[in-house]
């Protein structure tokens, strides 16, 4: 079945530090989708890739798609205390399954 | 444009009680999901309608969870009985269809604690 593993589990930085998290695939993906979770709130949409080495960027946040379409990571630049959550990578492989990476939480210390 | 409504927010169950949840889809959203979330984990697809026909419940634990969406637009799940283990937070989601890359919107989930 469909594997997707995300590292790492949990990370603590100091307020104004980088951050990344990955996202593998044992299986080409059609695309990927990630989200952002809040302590206590809901799953929210960042971002879709979908092309091959695809290079996406939101303010501070960069988001690319592997060469091989197997992996994907996320980089915040210089984290503030409003990053604070869990980053779920989301895909969809071309078989249609739908599957939630196990997310990579963020804490930042000020 | 409204959001996706769930209901109850909150639950406490004794295991082996039934309960069930309630889920409004965003309006014009053909597909819709429900996920459970165990704490610390991420969220586990257990259905997804698309319409009202099921196109993926090969997570739905069927002994004991059932869910419908009859007409195609709000939909409940149920649990019946629960066990322990069923606790944890259960997120409607929907989308406007189902198929690869469809941003999928999600509500502010129930959360369910079996004692």
């Known amino acids: 079945g469909q594997q997707v593993m995300q590292i790492p589990q949990y990370q603590h930085v100091q307020e104004g530090e980088d951050f990344t998290t990955y996202c593998n695939s044992s299986?080409?993906?059609?695309?990927i989708q990630w989200y952002k979770q809040r302590p206590g709130g809901h799953p929210v949409f960042l971002i879709q890739?979908?092309?091959?080495?695809e290079v996406k960027k939101q303010k501070r946040l960069t988001f690319q798609f592997g060469e091989a379409k197997k992996n994907s990571s996320l980089h915040i630049t210089a984290t503030q205390t409003t990053d604070v959550g869990t980053y779920f990578c989301?895909?969809?492989?071309?078989?249609?399954?739908?599957?939630f990476g196990g997310g990579t939480r963020l804490m930042v210390k000020p | 444009e409204a959001g996706v409504a769930q209901s109850p927010r909150y639950k406490i169950i004794e295991k082996r009680q039934s309960v069930a949840f309630w889920c409004n889809p965003i309006?014009?959203?053909?597909?819709l999901y429900w996920y459970q979330q165990i704490l610390g984990q991420g969220p586990k697809l257990l259905i997804q309608?698309?319409?009202?026909?099921?196109?993926?419940d090969s997570q739905l634990p069927k002994d004991r969870f059932s869910a419908e969406r009859l007409k195609g637009v709000d939909s409940t799940l149920k649990i019946q009985p629960a066990k322990l283990e069923d606790s944890a937070v259960y997120l409607c989601?929907?989308?406007?269809?189902?198929?690869?890359?469809?941003?999928?919107?999600f509500g502010e989930g129930s959360w369910l604690t079996v004692v």
């Open positions: 989601a929907s989308s406007r269809r189902g198929d690869s890359g469809n941003t999928i919107y």
């Open positions: 299986t080409t993906l059609s695309n």
């Open positions: 890739l979908v092309k091959s080495g």
């Open positions: 989301h895909i969809n492989n071309a078989g249609n399954m739908l599957t």
């Open positions: 309006s014009g959203h053909a597909t």
């Open positions: 309608f698309q319409n009202n026909g099921v196109v993926d």
